[in-house]
């Protein structure tokens, strides 16, 4: 299979890539994603605008604070980061799962973004770690936070003359993630990130994400109001309180008035079925601080 | 459509071509001879195509032969040489997966010996699951895998294997 034709550009800097892009064309960066859908000729751009090279926008900056992820930074370097692991656990744990070896070696945070896709494991993952993502366009410089950036499958708030700079999330104290992996595609058929601070020993702060189910991340809202407030040691043993269980049963139903997405090999009313117990293990991996976990074979 | 002139080091060669925006550079590094890498399912699942890029496994099918212009490609073809006796003696990887009946069609070989050199490189030695996660990307259709995981054990556990993978 050959991608249809196109005009390639790998401007040296940020501006240029913009003037590029105001030409038309798409963003090419790791190209994991957008490889695969030339050559499936579900998208002809006729122009690749390569940022993939640009030093500006790689590299991870880690602190008590929080953490800066440049957009063409990969998911490896992501999963390799100590300072990412410690300051933002969910993300480690959500960019671990992303492909395989060789994906992860390539493919890149903001490009993950920037695609949207709903069964993709960064999104829900951002989401959850009220991640900033910062954009370069025509008009200059604009932040767009996570819950206002996903709009739909492949959707999102970016312009199509915009580019994804970085991504700036605040350090959280417990983050986990898990996930239900899509026996045909390898990616996330459900998943859930967990994301709270630990006040006084008790949720502080949750955010609470699912994907997969859905055509774009959305956040949990039941869920989280349950578990704020409650404290650590309730969450760590064997069952959760009973209230949050009714809240974790209720999750699929905060799906439904959402966009339920599904395919033939799992229908959408198959994965909300399913969410609750993969909320359930994305809280349990935030508090026991393993991050992640994954159901389901890969083969 | 335009076309570009690129130079790739590849398995210590400087080799050059002209390639197509679209080419890819699995396609590209066939074109010049390096016929190791396969093309396999071609949408990034099976990893038949797998090189390294500047020491780090990669799809070659997933990646523009352009994006790669000026940087170092290891292929197959480059391990068997890195041996002491020069590229008639197999790498110990190779070796590894011969004695363990690890192959049958051998059309994923390529790809899986150069995963794993990779995984080996990064962690010498890998958990059971480690391997199974780590050759995640490698499909192989004749085997059913235990023979490859069982490859890659032998070799994680002779602390001699490594060498020469890097």
Redesign the interface.
């Known amino acids: 299979?050959?991608?249809?034709?196109?005009?390639?550009y790998r401007p040296g800097d940020v501006s240029e890539a913009i003037d590029l892009l105001s030409g038309g064309g798409r963003v090419?960066s790791g190209?994991?994603s957008l490889?695969?859908e030339?050559?499936?000729r579900q998208t002809d751009p006729g122009r690749?605008i390569?940022v993939?090279r640009l030093e500006s926008l790689s590299g991870i900056d880690a602190g008590s604070e929080g953490v800066r992820i440049g957009a063409t930074t990969t998911y490896?370097e992501c999963v390799d980061s100590a300072g990412v692991r410690e300051a933002i656990p969910v993300f480690a744990a959500a960019a671990e799962h992303v492909?395989?070896?060789?994906?992860r070696?390539?493919g890149t945070v903001g490009g993950n973004l920037a695609q949207a896709d709903p069964e993709g494991d960064l999104p829900p993952a951002a989401l959850a770690a009220d991640a900033t993502v910062h954009v370069a366009g025509p008009d200059g410089e604009r932040t767009i936070p996570a819950d206002d950036l996903f709009e739909g499958e492949n959707r999102t708030a970016l312009e199509s003359e915009e580019l994804v700079t970085e991504l700036v999330l605040p350090a959280h104290d417990a983050g986990g993630y898990a996930r239900r992996i899509h026996p045909a595609s390898?990616y996330a058929m459900v998943s859930a990130a967990v994301v709270f601070d630990v006040e006084s020993e008790a949720v502080a702060g949750a955010r609470v994400a699912a994907g997969g189910a859905v055509e774009r991340p959305i956040r949990l809202a039941g869920v989280e109001k349950t578990i704020e407030g409650t404290p650590v040691a309730d969450l760590a043993g064997n069952g959760f309180p009973t209230e949050i269980g009714n809240a974790l049963d209720r999750a699929g139903d905060e799906v439904d008035d959402e966009l339920p997405y599904g395919d033939r090999h799992a229908s959408a009313s198959h994965r909300r079925e399913l969410l609750p117990a993969y909320v359930e293990r994305a809280i349990e991996n935030a508090i026991d601080g393993t991050g992640s976990a994954e159901g389901g074979e890969?083969? | 459509?335009?076309t570009?002139d690129i130079t790739l080091t590849i398995n210590g060669e400087r080799e050059t071509a002209t390639v197509?925006?679209?080419t890819?550079l699995v396609h590209a590094l066939r074109d010049l001879g390096y016929t190791g890498p396969k093309v396999g399912c071609?949408?990034?699942?099976c990893?038949a195509c797998?090189v390294h890029v500047e020491g780090?496994?990669?799809?070659a099918?997933?990646?523009?032969a352009?994006?790669e212009e000026g940087r170092e490609i290891r292929t197959v073809e480059g391990l068997a040489g890195e041996g002491d006796g020069g590229g008639d003696v197999l790498h110990p990887i190779q070796e590894t997966f011969h004695e363990a009946h690890a192959l049958q069609c051998g059309y994923c070989t390529p790809g899986m010996v150069m995963?794993t050199a990779?995984?080996l490189e990064n962690d010498p030695d890998p958990s059971r699951e480690s391997i199974r996660e780590?050759l995640?990307?490698?499909?192989c259709r004749c085997t059913g895998?235990h023979n490859i995981v069982d490859a890659v054990e032998s070799l994680a556990m002779d602390s001699s294997a490594g060498e020469g993978a890097d």
């Open positions: 299979m050959y991608p249809p034709e196109f005009d390639y090419l190209g994991q490889l695969t030339l050559k499936a690749l390569d993939g490896a492909g395989d070896p060789q994906v070696n390539r390898g890969s083969r | 459509m335009t570009h197509e925006s679209r890819l071609e949408t990034g699942s990893g797998t780090e496994a990669v799809k099918c997933t990646r523009l352009v994006q995963a990779d995984l780590s995640k990307g490698n499909r895998y």
